[in-house]
């Protein structure tokens, strides 16, 4: 039996929409099935059975300071993930600052079992945004791995 795994992303400009198509492609040629979805069209029963949660926005902020996961009123309606296996993933410009960071802990609030969280230049998704998720992959067939 494959790896189920969902890829929720709220974009903006459409570079988060693009990690999160090229994060399903790349977990989808490991072999397990994947969607990919747009936090305002969640199928509750996909995540529901879902071995593995990618959940990702973008940075907003200035670019020296005050930065945070964007439209985070939106992930905040993905319904608990009570012990899922998650990992968070953002799209930058210039400087992530610790939105990453944010974005995890805004998940763990929300029960989730955060494996990792890395902000994506949108200049560089092609490259980045697949060796993170085949990073994030390789942690979750871990045991007892932690971000």
């Known amino acids: 039996m494959s790896m189920k795994v969902v890829v929720l992303h709220q974009s903006r400009t459409g570079n988060t929409k693009k990690a999160a198509e090229l994060i399903g492609g790349a977990v989808q040629s490991s072999g397990a099935s994947v969607s990919v979805r747009s936090v305002s069209n969640i199928d509750y029963k996909e995540l529901a059975d879902a071995d593995l949660i990618f959940v990702g926005t973008w940075v907003d902020g200035l670019i020296m300071f005050g930065h945070r996961p964007g439209d985070s009123g939106k992930i905040k309606k993905v319904p608990k993930l009570w012990d899922k296996k998650v990992v968070a993933f953002m799209t930058h410009a210039l400087n992530p600052g610790n939105a990453a960071e944010k974005m995890a802990s805004l998940l763990e609030e929300h029960?989730?079992?955060?494996?990792?969280?890395?902000?994506?230049?949108?200049?560089?998704?092609?490259?980045?945004?697949?060796?993170?998720?085949?990073?994030?992959?390789?942690?979750?067939?871990g045991v007892g791995v932690t971000a």
């Open 111 to 141: 029960g989730a079992n955060v494996l990792a969280s890395r902000s994506l230049n949108r200049h560089h998704l092609e490259l980045e945004a697949p060796a993170f998720a085949n990073e994030a992959l390789s942690l979750s067939n």
